[in-house]
């Protein structure tokens, strides 16, 4: 069973490429194709999260269809008819119409996000900023303290309620994010704001925000919490392969999953793993969301200028990850949607009443192409 995944993992990509190649006309429609069997190949799991476990089809909400057929790897079902869709506001901040609906105040929120999170175009060619990544990151360890078989922790926003960003040594680098964030919910809660949900609008905003960066689905309606999180359940950077899988299962993220979102390591640099090294990439492109990363973490000897965390390197031989591994590397539309989908997973972990969320996509910028 196993060589015969790794076989259609190599035969999906080998198309991806002929199709484009032979067909650029008409290679999107197949690529689409292609792009959502790659995930369904990426997934090795089926697990279903909070209420979406017990509840039938005929009783999900429209946000808690999508995310079931998300979390089962069923792409085409999930994706919305056009992404490039962009939200109107139904009226000023403050006005009834604005209040009535969900989506309006985190429309402004997520205004406000974009401004800093991409560079003037006169530098670095609009790239992603220093805030951009730090959003991603803030958002993996507000979502990723949650555990499936001690419970806990969560998507919560308790990573800046209960001061985590500041009080733990595993958050160091949030400085600039966190309180960025705690000024846009001072602003943004009379008007029904929440922490948990800016925690992560700032990540899909960051993504979306970087050239070639996905735009992710996006929800809100989560629960926040000042309770802090309970503490060693986040992937240390010296970690061995086989204990980051384990560490990621209990988050039930399967091993492809993993690699998808480790690759949004695409976009960081190190500030306290080597501090004679502080400010160093994981790759030379710290400001695009491309695949390059994937590429020279395996690369041998490194580029120079660019830190490659020591668990990165052991995902990247560990047993079956150097399949996922070979096929993002060389296809960013395959990478990107898998990254989408198994960042909507990790968004609503935790999340009790996943079928009472809303869907908010459309508060998102366009992609940077």
Known sequence: MEALRLSLLSLIFSLCILTTQAHPGTAKKTLDGLVSLAHRQTVSTTELLANLQALPDSLLS????????????????????????????????????????????????????????????????????????????????????????AGGGGAD?????????????????????????????????????????????AATVAAVSCPLGPRVRSFVGRNDSAVPAPEGRLPDVRAGAAELVALFADKTVPLGELIALIGAHSVSTQLFVDLARAGAPQDTTPGVWDVLWYNQTISEPPPPGVFRFPSDVALSRYPGAQDFWAVFMNSQAVWADAYAAAYVRLSVLGVEHVNALKECTGVLPLPVS
């Open 62 to 149: 429209p946000a808690g269809s999508a995310i079931k057929n998300i979390l089962l790897g069923n792409r085409a079902a999930a994706s919305p008819q056009d992404l490039t869709t962009l939200y109107t506001p139904p009226g000023a901040l403050g006005s009834a119409a604005c209040s009535a609906d969900a989506c309006c105040v985190y429309s402004y929120a997520a205004d406000d996000m974009a401004a800093v999170f991409r560079e003037p175009s006169s530098a670095r060619g609009g790239e992603c900023t220093e805030l951009a990544r730090q959003a991603v990151r803030l958002a993996f360890h507000d979502a990723g303290t949650w555990s499936k078989t």
């Open 157 to 201: 926003g308790s990573v800046i309620l209960a001061g985590e960003w500041a009080l733990r040594a595993e958050n160091r680098g949030l400085g600039g994010i966190a309180p960025l964030v705690q000024a846009l919910y001072d602003r943004y809660r009379p008007h029904g704001a929440r922490m948990a949900d800016l925690v992560q609008l």
